[in-house]
């Protein structure tokens, strides 16, 4: 920078030696005027405005044409009927009105300044909404997206942390209707997971608790007085062959609909053909090859089975199914279109085939009882 104008704005000195120093110093103050708390009103022209009023500021935009020729990026200010045009330096900021936005110049071009500005200990942030001393971010827009670091990068990972001071306190999350509370899941009142309901906002109900200790799940008092059902009807499975719930606790039997109104092509069942399929199929005692699992570090293990169980074998009856051309569904195919694999059974299918065949029997001892009376009558 030479020795007549000043380092960082290039505005001109007054010389010592110099005639009519009011040119210089006039020349400085437009040059101030023009680059001092800077705000344009538009970046994106790309040819001078034919209207601009004395003093007006613009960014010049890129393929500039006209007066602007070559002038990209800068900034140019109409002053005393002519185009000033002055160079960016890295750091300047600049406001610009048709934008309501802030730039900064980076060095190569104007940017964002809230990109280039790191935001440390603010005490409040508000992105299209007001923050307030209770609600210290407030954000409002139709989505909010939080991804994992793939700039610098990070660890490809992406975890939210609510942390509270006491197990006394909460760390949750509410959902809200209106701004009135309709859910809420979190650590709510103590180190348990647990997430409520409310239709008010003002009374709430809890539908189910998580123990941080042992992991058990267990329901609220005021959710185990309702019915927990699926989505829809019949349409949802409890487990899977693959996935089986090792024991089911209840007070009372498993209840199935049986409503006459459910049903079509109503037929008795065999006797005969019932007792046969008694006959065919024998019941078997066996011991589990995995009784259950057992936890282990980084999983569970298999536990081989230790007591011994009564049933039936599903290939054996399906085979004596098969024999008496009986086609019910007391057995199945965890995948259907493949038949070699796992078998499943129904027992309650075979509770009705039982019931027939006692039946045939019951009638078969009555008959006998009664000849045997008859012969010893005569």
Do not use: C
């Amino acid at each position: 920078m030479p020795d007549d104008a000043t380092p960082n704005f290039a505005f001109p000195y007054i010389m010592p030696s110099q005639a009519q120093k009011h040119l210089t110093h006039n020349e400085a103050l437009r040059m101030l005027d023009a680059v001092v708390q800077v705000g344009v009103a538009d970046r994106d022209l790309v040819a001078p405005p034919a209207d601009a009023a004395n003093g007006a500021r613009f960014i010049v935009g890129a393929a500039a044409s006209g007066a602007w020729a070559g002038q990209a990026g800068r900034i140019a200010a109409w002053q005393d009927g002519a185009w000033a045009f002055f160079a960016p330096r890295e750091g300047w900021l600049a406001w610009v009105a048709d934008e309501d936005a802030l730039l900064a110049f980076d060095g190569a071009g104007w940017v964002p300044a809230l990109g280039k500005v790191p935001i440390q200990n603010a005490p409040l942030l508000g992105v299209n909404a007001a923050a307030d001393a209770v609600n210290r971010f407030a954000l409002k827009s139709d989505a909010a997206l939080f991804s994992h670091d793939d700039v610098r990068p990070g660890s490809g990972d992406m975890r939210v942390k609510l942390n509270k001071a006491a197990a006394a306190g909460t760390a949750s999350f509410l959902f809200q209707t209106g701004y009135s509370g309709r859910a809420e899941f979190g650590t709510v009142g103590d180190d348990r997971f647990a997430l409520k309901v409310s239709a008010d906002g003002a009374t709430w109900r809890e539908a189910l608790r998580v123990d941080n200790a042992t992991g058990g799940l267990s329901l609220a008092a005021e959710a185990r007085t309702a019915a927990i059902r699926p989505a829809a009807d019949n349409t949802s499975a409890l487990g899977g062959s693959g996935a089986r719930w090792s024991q089911i606790w209840s007070a009372n039997g498993v209840i199935q609909t049986s409503d006459r109104r459910d049903k079509t092509e109503i037929e008795a069942l065999d006797p005969e053909l019932a007792a046969r399929l008694v006959d065919a199929v024998e019941a078997v005692t066996f011991r589990w090859i995995e009784g259950g699992r057992d936890a282990a570090e980084g999983g569970t293990v298999a536990r081989p089975g230790r007591r011994r169980h009564a049933g039936f074998i599903a290939q054996d009856l399906r085979a004596a199914l098969d024999r008496q051309g009986l086609d019910v569904a007391a057995w199945g195919l965890d995948d259907p279109a493949d038949p070699t694999s796992r078998h499943w059974l129904r027992p309650d299918q075979l509770v009705a085939l039982l019931w027939a065949a006692l039946r045939e029997t019951r009638q078969r001892v009555e008959a006998l009882e009664a000849a045997a009376q008859a012969a010893s009558s005569a």
